[in-house]
């Protein structure tokens, strides 16, 4: 178990490319973190820095105490869990599992029970002789745990290990891997760029974007209050809905709606709405055009244009809703605004005391 | 209307299904033609084999099946031909076999290896050393025959295994296919082995020689039937009758008229038989590890 801390650890390849930029973050003892943002962020690349699988150009890197930037992988104390399993083929099950131990020069009866102990956890008990190429994707990707675990490593490092499964057996396999993490305690750092696994894995979020940190947070933080246009946009599903609105002398408009803010700006500003922070209002101040109502079961989307920008609504499946004209209105202390040009996001003092949202008093009289 | 294109349809079916067949029959016809025309010597040979060498010398060969074959057989592997008295079939065989195993072996070894440091290993100027690997296969034995024979007589290896299979056993081929296969292994794999633990030798051995498995196979099929059918070089290392390979061996039986001698053509033939039977054995050993090994990549 053990603290990582980079100090403005900076990755440029050969070939001359940045794929990090300086960055700087400090992950507590037992902690999970997930790496998210877009392909070719420079996810992996960090990830990999760690591991020790990628010299680090400039920075520091510490896992525990210790400085680790010179040492050899093998020797950081980590394990890592690949996205296509990486099992070695002629080995089986359990040769694979306990492959890293032997090479550690464990005692044999050491290495048989470290793996009867993984094994069991990760239900493997059965499949212990055969090779990877006789399991499914989801029994190899709880090898390559198993693989992982049964070195007691001071951090976990998965790279998208469940990239390669089906819609099912991800959202199973996710919850398993949190569930084993938080029965271990080790401090495990997660990429991937699936948001949903983001947001329902980590007890802190690190998004990238283009070799940058754009934010570091709890979920709950990067969700609700996304530092930039870019981090409002990538999570969540549906995303954030962002607008072009107006801000003079305290008042923020877009579309009929007038919010008094405090705020240091003047002129054009993008606001950020979250679809479920919008709900059906026959006197609400939005006019919406509806082109398009998504059913998902559990709730509905309305996909449409206001004042010829994009908008997306999230409703509940007790209310009806059809395409055609459509009155909104919002919850104002939801509301997120960002600088039109940077992206950044401003601070905002709410003048008017939030209202109560009330999604069941609303008709929907489309 | 439905009934006419029905009818239509069965119609181009039928056609279609005669036409095919003749196609097969064409292709068989082929096929086998092709067949006998290969298997013709060897049936020869088979015949010659069982047959006393006076008749094969009066009539050619035949359809009789003749009742020489254990005595054929016997000459051919026990008695020698030459003046030392050691050149049986059976030294011959084993010599064959050093050199078939010798040169198959040695060449997936150092071709493992040289394939291994190319890939594997940030070498200033690998590529470079692969081309110029590469490009001595345009350069093959004979071409530098004289020079090789002069370095193999200074360094005293006449008559030697090793002056039979050194000099030959650095193989362009081997490297090259080696590197095709190692490049295609992932790299997840590779990093996954340094996170384990395994260094360079514990990965080339641990993880690397069971994954080419297949392809350790199919070189060794190609290069010890290459091996095995030397014929030039052994001819030129090779002096003492006690060092002869089986190709090279044959040679020495008498196969023509000359005074009272009648050509051994049993004897001959009888050796050439034992001569194509482990190259035989060797393929329709690993024959479904070799297809394996050049088309699958199964990792
Ligand atoms: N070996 C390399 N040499 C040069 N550039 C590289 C190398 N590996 C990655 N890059 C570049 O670095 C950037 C970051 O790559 P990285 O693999 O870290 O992205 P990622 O966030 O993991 O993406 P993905 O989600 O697709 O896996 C990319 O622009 C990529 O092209
Ligand atoms: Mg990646």
Known sequence: ???????????????????????????????????????????????????????????????????????????????????????????????????????????KDVIDAK?????????????????????????????????????DPALFLFDEPLSNLDAKLRNQM?????????????????????????????????????????????????YHNPASTFVASFMGAPPMNLVAG????????????????????????????????????????????????????????????????QLTVHLAKEIAAKTGPLRLSCDPS????????????????????????????????? | MTDISAHAHAIAQTRKRTWFKLETVFDHAILILGSLLM???????????????????????????????????????????????????MNMLKNSMILGLGFALGKIVIGMMAAYAIVYFRLRFATLA???????????????????????????MMNTYQGLIIPLIASATATFFFRQFFRSVPEELIEAARIDGAGPIKFFIDILVPLSQTMIAAMFIIMFVYGWNQYLWPTMITTDENMYTLVRGIKQIVQTLEGNNIPEFGRANMLALIAILPPVLVVIFFQSWFVKGLTESDK
């Open chain 1, 1 to 107: 178990m053990a603290q990582v801390s980079l100090d403005s650890v900076r990755k440029i390849y050969p070939n001359g490319a940045e794929a990090v930029t300086p960055s700087s973050f400090h992950i507590e003892d037992g902690e999970f973190v997930v790496l998210v943002g877009p392909s070719g962020c420079g996810k992996s690349t960090l990830l990999r820095m760690i591991a020790g699988l990628e010299d680090i150009t400039e920075g520091t890197l510490s896992i525990g105490e210790r400085i680790v930037n010179d040492v050899d992988p093998a020797d950081r104390d980590i394990a890592m869990v690949f996205q296509n399993y990486a099992l070695y083929p002629h080995m089986s099950v359990r040769k694979n599992i306990a492959y890293g131990l032997k090479n550690r020069k464990t005692p």
């Open chain 1, 115 to 151: 793996v009867a102990e993984a094994a069991a956890m990760l239900n493997l008990n059965d499949y212990l002789d055969r090779k990877p190429s006789q399991l499914s994707g989801g029994q190899r990707q709880r090898v390559a745990m198993g693989r992982a675990i049964v070195r």
């Open chain 1, 174 to 222: 996710r919850i398993e891997i949190k569930a084993l993490q938080r029965r271990l305690g080790v401090t495990s750092i997660y990429v991937t760029h699936d948001q949903v696994e983001a947001m329902t894995m980590a007890d802190r979020i690190i998004v990238l974007n283009g070799g940058r940190i754009e934010q570091i947070g709890t979920p709950s933080e990067i």
């Open chain 1, 246 to 309: 107006e801000l003079s002398e305290g008042i923020l408009s877009f579309a009929g709606l007038d919010v008094p803010m405090t705020v240091d700006h003047r002129g054009p500003v993008t606001l950020g709405l979250r679809p479920e922070d919008l709900f059906i209002d026959a006197k609400g101040p939005i006019a919406m055009e509806v082109d398009l109502v998504e059913e998902l079961g559990a709730h509905r989307l309305l996909h449409g244009r206001v004042e010829g920008q």
């Open chain 1, 334 to 366: 939801h509301l997120c605004l960002f600088h039109p040009d940077t992206g950044k996001r401003m601070d905002v003092r709410h003048k008017a005391t939030p209202q109560a949202r009330s999604n069941t008093t609303v008709e929907s009289k489309a």
């Open chain 2, 39 to 89: 298997l013709l010597p060897l049936l020869i040979m088979l015949q010659t084999v069982t047959t006393p060498d006076l008749e094969t010398m009066k009539l050619g060969p035949t359809f009789t099946i003749g009742t020489e074959l254990d005595d054929n057989f016997r000459k051919a592997m026990f008695e020698a031909s030459g003046f030392s008295g050691q050149n049986t079939g």
């Open chain 2, 130 to 156: 692969f081309w110029l690997i590469f490009t001595t296969l345009l350069l093959p034995l004979e071409v530098r025959i004289l020079p090789s024979y002069e370095i193999v007589q200074q360094l005293g």
